[in-house]
């Protein structure tokens, strides 16, 4: 016979392991009170699973960290191993967080969000743009209120944020520039930087319905802006340039700062997009080059249709018309950019990066350097970088 169920004769029975209450908590020590509400959480939030395990007469332990941290949602799973006199037992819970919604906020302080590849600081002020890539080498795209836009660049150690010769000319050795202080010190802390997603634009050349290409004349006192379909801020002297770069954060109300991109951004963006586009910095057919075929936009006309630039024709085009890659536009072609790298040449110290609308592709690559006076031209205009 037998009874059924239960312990009979001299049994034990098999040790259970208790599991607590489990919480999906936003305070990182496991306290709190939990969320319970499906998507009531931004995007770049980090929340805290948390739940309390014992048995009887033992100890248990979990193969993960306890409040374990979460910034999607998903199944997380977890195996609770209990041991009783030298025995163990297993037991596996299961915990679905449905809490965050599909969308960001803006920061309200710089806030780490971890990718499959890695981790982004996204800065305060700014959210996580709805084309951003879902990972750190497709391009994490992010926006200020006014929908200024940045890429990061992620830099491993401080010896990767370097100088490299791309293209033949010149020399390199006639180029030099100290690592700007600032720049070390953010990207050491920060383990990368921004740069401007598209070639500074003119805020104010870009009418609702029209736009004005600006000419020689153009006023350096217009506002910058860094989106799609804005007349490029050619015609600025590396002065000018440096100045309305610098100026930029504090008319955008940032805490993080903004600069002209140095030898050490620029190089290290190519080196990034590398990684990706093999020899882009030494033959980028992206841009928008003399010898390319772009089909673009033109904001000059009021009812915007898509038209051809034939190839073997220079023209320069808004910004943002060609293929971007790692979600970053016209590093080559459209217009020269300057930089805050200098030449030994007295008089044409100033270094520009990554060739013209006027130029072809294979002799002005993304990574080719120029030097000239650093005077006001319709080819040269400028990009901006960012630093936590």
Known sequence: GGGSGGSTGGETQTPEITVGEIKVVADSTGTGSAITDANSVYLGNTLYITF????TGGTTVVDKTIPYAVTKNGTYTFTVTGTVNGKSYTKNVSVEVNQFKDVYEYMQTNTKVTY??????????????????????????IEDKDLNQF???????????????????????????ALPEDEKTSVE????????????GDKESTGTTKATFRTSSSDTSNSVTIKADQVPYNYVTRTQAVSLAEGFATKQGYK???????????????AFIEKTVNNYGSSSSQGNYKDKSVTYKDIT?????????????????????????????????????????SNSDTYNPSAKRGGSYDDYFASNPAGYRFHDSGYAHVSVGFRLTLFL
Not at 126 to 137: C, G, L, N
Not at 166 to 177: G, I, L, P, R, V
Not at 307 to 333: F, H, R, W
Request: net charge negative.
């Open 52 to 55: 309390s395990h014992s048995i």
């Open 116 to 141: 499959s590849d890695g981790d982004v600081w996204i800065p305060e002020g700014f959210k996580i743009a709805k084309d951003s890539a879902s990972t750190v080498q497709g391009g994490v795209v």
């Open 151 to 177: 890429v990061w660049v992620p830099v491993a150690t401080l010896a990767d944020y370097k100088r490299t010769w791309y293209t033949e000319y010149d020399s390199f050795s006639s180029y030099s520039e």
């Open 189 to 200: 802390r920060y383990k990368g930087f921004y740069i401007g997603r598209y070639e500074a």
């Open 256 to 270: 993080a700062k903004t600069k002209l991109v140095s030898s050490y951004a620029w190089d290290t963006t190519i």
């Open 301 to 341: 006309d009021e009812s915007k249709p898509e038209k051809t630039k034939a190839e073997n024709s220079s023209l320069l085009v808004a910004t943002g018309q060609t293929t971007p890659v790692c979600n970053i536009y016209d590093m080559g072609g459209n217009v020269f950019e300057l930089t805050t790298e």
